[in-house]
Nanobody, 126 residues
C-alpha cells in the first residue's frame, strides 16, 4: 500500500510560481513512475506531467510545456511539480499519483495509476 500526501498549493497571481510536493510512504517509491493530474471545477481530471522511476524521462501535457517541471528525489520519497508563469486556467486541484511498481513505461492516463493523493488546491488570480 502506498500513501501519497500533496502540499504546496495556494493562491497566486497570474505570472507567479508555486512548487507542489508529494511525499510517498513505503519502500517502493523508487520503483514507481509518478504523475501529476489536475481537475478544474466542472471539468474532468486531466494529465499534467509524469516522470519515470529514475527521473530520466519526463512527459508533459502541451499546455504546461516550458512552464512546469516535474522532478523527484528518491532518497526523500518525494516528487515535485515546479509551476512557473501560472495562468488562471491552471486553477485546479492537483493530484499526485503512483503507477504500479516496476511498470513498463510511463502512463499518461489516470486508469494506469494505482495510488492517489487527496489533492492540493491551486488558485491563480488575474
Amino acid at each position: 500500500q502506498v500513501q501519497l500526501v500533496e502540499s504546496g498549493g495556494g493562491l497566486v497571481q497570474a505570472g507567479g510560481s508555486l512548487r507542489l510536493s508529494c511525499v510517498a510512504s513505503g519502500r517502493t517509491f523508487s520503483s514507481r513512475a509518478m504523475g501529476w493530474f489536475r481537475q478544474a471545477p466542472g471539468k474532468e481530471r486531466e494529465f499534467v506531467a509524469a516522470i519515470s522511476w529514475s527521473g530520466g524521462s519526463t512527459y508533459y501535457v502541451d499546455s504546461v510545456k516550458g512552464r512546469f517541471t516535474i522532478s523527484r528525489d528518491n532518497a526523500k520519497n518525494t516528487v515535485y511539480l515546479q509551476m512557473n508563469s501560472l495562468k488562471p486556467e491552471d486553477t485546479a486541484v492537483y493530484f499526485c499519483a503512483a503507477q504500479a511498481a516496476y511498470s513498463v513505461g510511463i502512463a499518461m492516463t489516470s486508469y494506469d495509476y494505482h495510488y492517489w493523493g487527496k489533492g492540493t488546491l491551486v488558485t491563480v488570480s488575474t
